[in-house]
């Protein structure tokens, strides 16, 4: 079911499909919540699935004004309180992740068990040269094209979202790990063995939250959710039905 729903100044595009405790799926930058198409099947059958396309994404129109993690994750809170009406499950990929732990380090009592999918929490945790590989014609002008399937804006506004999403990430996020000590919700970290967040951040990030876990998915890159759906998201399933087993040589976790 698509609605949409005014969170301040901006009206928001979301869908709502199953039953059961909710799960809100965050996506990444430049796409929208259409990149979750392969996920959404499987886990209506546990969950009540909420997607929902972030300001200047997908059916979401722009507004004017820069994109920044800390909107978004206010947005994010705004729509758990607002449409969802407490705490669910979340699942962030790439920009979705970094929004999904703004959300977990400020409103912990909105997250029951978290998934961060490809994230970093701070800027300097993507490799070098990366953001500047968006500036090829080739992969722009697909983005750009997908982007004018659905947008509200049309085809022609996706050099301003776009513009708006690079600076975004070079200038944030900047969490610590201090701040990522706080976050109580049990957590999953996924990323690819060959990421644009480097490895050695990634184990950070993993580290830094208390009660997490880690998964590294060969054979793939920052695409891992569109390279190999099926392992990605039957990780998450597992996560997210099942409580983890005892485990009988434990080191971190002892």
């Keep these: 079911m698509a609605n949409d729903v005014q969170l301040g100044e901006v009206r928001t595009w979301y869908d709502e499909t199953g039953d059961g405790e909710p799960i809100l799926l965050l996506h990444g930058?430049?796409?929208?919540?259409?990149?979750?198409?392969?996920?959404?099947?499987?886990?209506?059958?546990?969950?009540?699935?909420?997607?929902?396309d972030r300001r200047g994404h997908g059916r979401t129109p722009d507004v004017a004004g820069p994109l920044t993690y800390d909107l978004m994750a206010q947005d994010t809170i705004a729509f758990l309180d607002t449409v969802v009406g407490g705490a669910a499950h979340l699942v962030g990929y790439s920009d979705g992740a970094v929004v999904a732990l703004l959300v977990a380090v400020r409103r912990p009592d909105l997250v029951r068990k978290l998934v961060a999918i490809s994230g970093n929490f701070h800027r300097d945790g993507v490799l070098p040269g990366v953001l500047d590989g968006f500036a090829d014609e080739e992969p722009m002008r697909r983005l750009a094209a997908r982007y004018g399937e659905v947008s509200p804006d049309g085809e022609e506004h996706f050099p301003v979202v776009a513009d708006k999403v690079l600076r975004m990430g070079r200038e944030g996020p900047t969490l610590t790990v201090e701040e990522l000590a706080a976050i109580t919700s049990p957590t999953l970290v996924v990323a690819a063995d060959d990421d644009a967040v480097s490895l050695e951040h990634t184990i950070a990030l993993y580290r830094a939250i208390p009660n997490s876990e880690l998964a590294i998915v060969p054979g793939t890159s920052h695409l891992l959710i569109v390279e190999k759906p099926a392992e990605v998201y039957r990780l998450i399933g597992i996560f997210l039905t099942t409580e983890p087993p005892r485990t009988l040589q434990p080191i971190r976790r002892a």
Aim: glycine share 8%; aromatic share 16%.
């Design 29 to 52: 930058g430049f796409v929208d919540s259409r990149s979750f198409e392969p996920a959404v099947a499987g886990l209506a059958e546990h969950f009540r699935v909420f997607r929902m």
